[in-house]
């Protein structure tokens, strides 16, 4: 009997306890003060779910540095690749213009006779520039009958670099001074490894030192793919243009005129664009130039449609 009123007793105060309400003491505050509300702490429940999305966010960091390393990866990759392209299209070019060189000679050499009175007339006309297949750039009707070369000739193959190196003696990539060529190259390989900056610089300056060379032209439409890499569109039209304008019989004019359709179509303007692509398939159907020129125009023309 004494144990059950022992356990009513304790229950009851436990009751009084639990119902009490919290008390505080306001009597060290001044009485214009605002009373202050008491704080709870923050269940266990809370904590957990702050620690679980800070370890999400954490996970979403990690996730996202993931990704941009990967980028950078790429565009490295990237880089290397179009490096790679602009020098085996460069060293191809050479290469069939080397090739053309040596099958046009035979027909040159009748000439010589004639041409021993004036110092560098066959040379001339062995240097005469081509176009990207290999033959040579049209001329006007006046031209020298020392082409004689068949305009249905197959396009030369392209050669190795060790061949290149035993190209006839009158190929005009001989006759360059040592560090004229060294120049040359040294600008290109900056384009190459992706250095558009220095490479427009040194154009620019082997432009101003040699603008009769041999690689003149070639120099010039590096120029417009530097500046076009660096996105100066409007460096890059004028410097194009300049390989039309400056060395109109050049190799490079229907790639100059394909980049010219290539950057008018990026800037929406489709009608001088389609007029560049229709001055490729015109000036130079069999070139390399022609066949992408044509692709573009099919594009051009599936939008219209």
Request: hydrophobic share 35%; proline share 7%.
């Amino acid at each position: 009997m004494k144990k059950a009123c022992l356990i009513i007793l304790l229950s009851a105060c436990n009751a009084v306890y639990a119902e009490l309400p919290t008390v505080v003491d306001h009597s060290s505050y001044p009485p214009s003060a605002t009373p202050v509300s008491p704080v709870n702490a923050p269940s266990t429940n809370t904590l957990y779910e702050l620690m679980g999305r800070l370890e999400q966010l954490q996970a979403e960091v990690q996730q996202l540095t993931g990704k941009v390393d990967e980028q950078a990866y790429r565009i490295d990759e990237l880089k290397k690749r179009q490096g790679t392209l602009y020098t085996d299209f460069d060293e191809r070019l050479q290469g069939i213009e080397n090739k053309a060189s040596s099958v046009t000679t035979p027909a040159v050499a009748p000439a010589t006779e004639n041409a021993s009175a004036t110092p560098g007339v066959a040379d001339a006309a062995t240097a005469e520039p081509k176009d990207s297949t290999g033959e040579r750039a049209s001329a006007p009707e006046s031209a020298s009958p020392v082409e004689s070369v068949p305009a249905n000739k197959a396009t030369p193959p392209a050669v190795s670099a060790s061949e290149e190196s035993k190209a006839p003696a009158n190929d005009p990539a001989q006759s360059l001074g040592s560090a004229e060529k060294q120049e040359y190259y040294e600008a290109y390989n900056e384009l190459r490894n992706g250095h558009t900056k220095p490479s427009i610089t040194l154009f620019l300056g082997y432009l101003s030192k040699y603008p009769k060379s041999a690689y003149a032209n070639n120099a010039q439409y590096w120029l417009g793919e530097a500046y076009r890499v660096d996105q100066d569109n409007g460096a890059a039209l004028k410097a194009f243009n300049d390989v039309i304008e400056k060395y109109p019989e050049g190799v490079k004019v229907p790639d100059a005129l394909l980049r010219l359709g290539m950057l008018e179509q990026d800037q929406k303007n489709t009608t001088k664009a389609r007029e560049y692509f229709t001055r490729v398939l015109s000036g130079y159907p069999k070139s390399t130039a022609a066949q992408s020129a044509q692709k573009k125009l099919d594009k051009l023309d599936e939008v219209k449609n």
